[in-house]
């Protein structure tokens, strides 16, 4: 663990802590990651093949609910539908890329939305 010396009074030496959380592990879910909480995550899978398609990462408890699902790039099946609560920041794997989204139900009086995305494999 790294640290600054500060003399205190007394000629008493304190070790002050000044390291800094940098990655998002199972371990660090409850603390403030770069100005977010990060209360849940998780992945959405394909429904055949269950290769991991996208990251979802919950960061703020509301009454939003969202269903995402989405179509494999490898076998061309669709993942099961997964419902989110609350507000959700949401990234395809590493070898994945977005090419598109498609609202397929959008209620905003009870905060709902349905959303298919299409992922491709970068080339």
Do not use: H
Not at 63 to 90: D, N, R
């Amino acid at each position: 663990m790294f640290g600054k010396t500060k003399k205190m009074d007394r000629n008493e030496e304190r070790k002050i802590d000044t390291t800094i959380e940098q990655c998002a592990t199972r371990e660090s879910i409850g603390r403030d990651l770069r100005g977010w909480d990060f209360l849940e995550d998780g992945w959405v899978n394909c429904g055949s093949c269950n290769k991991r398609l996208m990251n979802y990462i919950k960061v703020q408890d509301t009454p939003k609910i969202s269903k995402i699902q989405c179509v494999c790039p490898y076998c061309k099946s669709k993942s099961f539908k997964i419902k989110l609560t609350g507000e959700f920041i949401a990234n395809p794997s590493d070898d994945l890329v977005i090419i598109d989204m498609q609202l397929l139900d959008f209620d905003a009086g009870t905060y709902y939305t349905e959303t298919l995305v299409e992922l491709e494999k970068c080339k």
